[in-house]
């Protein structure tokens, strides 16, 4: 009997770990967060990360999108300050073309980020600290979406969804929330 394809390996913290999620996919030169020490049960839902997917070099628009300011601030930092406002924390930021140094989060370098956004997807899964049980995923080059779509995610999280995603007049769109 044929059950289909397999499910990803979910790992403690319920997020896809890239290593076995896409078995065959090179992740050389990523390197996952060191896991968190096992502790206690915690009482009620994990944290929810955000992660900034910022490894773009923005090739039609002459820089690295996550340069790029809007409103006199660079993209790289609104889309922090989008997950952190809506209440994602930790923020990690997926770097690629250029290093963007912000602080306060967790940045992680893909050198897979000309293979597309796949490889910064799975650098930013892996670099997820265990204590987190959930992650809002957002796109550096979306500067109008604001942290009331990222707080109606975990909000639907927290109801008990295990996917969210954002939708804008009916359409799915960015950011979306896995766990």
């Known amino acids: 009997?044929?059950?289909?394809?397999?499910l990803p390996d979910l790992g403690?913290?319920?997020?896809?770990?890239?290593?076995?999620?896409?078995?065959?996919?090179?992740?050389a030169g990523v390197q996952p967060a060191a896991s968190a020490s096992a502790a206690a049960p915690l009482a009620g839902p994990l944290p929810?990360?955000?992660?900034?997917?910022?490894?773009?070099?923005g090739s039609r628009l002459g820089q690295p999108k996550a340069l790029l300011e809007f409103g006199?601030?660079?993209?790289?930092?609104?889309?922090?300050a989008l997950l952190r406002d809506g209440g994602a924390a930790p923020i990690v930021v997926v770097t690629g073309a250029v290093a963007v140094d912000l602080p306060g989060v967790l940045t992680?370098?893909?050198?897979?980020w000309r293979s597309g956004m796949g490889s910064s997807?799975?650098?930013?899964?892996?670099?997820?600290?265990?204590s987190c049980d959930a992650a809002v995923i957002a796109l550096v080059d979306q500067p109008l979406v604001g942290p009331e779509a990222?707080?109606?995610?975990?909000?639907a999280y927290h109801g008990g969804a295990r996917v969210a995603v954002a939708a804008y007049e009916g359409a799915p769109r960015n950011p979306v929330l896995l766990a």
């Open 12 to 27: 403690r913290s319920g997020l896809p770990r890239p290593a076995r999620w896409r078995p065959g996919t090179s992740l």
């Open 1 to 6: 009997m044929n059950a289909g394809p397999s």
């Open 150 to 155: 990222v707080r109606r995610l975990i909000s």
């Open 108 to 112: 992680v370098h893909n050198p897979a």
């Open 48 to 57: 929810v990360a955000g992660i900034l997917l910022a490894a773009g070099e």
């Open 121 to 130: 997807l799975a650098a930013g899964l892996a670099t997820v600290p265990d």
């Open 72 to 80: 006199g601030e660079p993209l790289a930092q609104r889309g922090v």
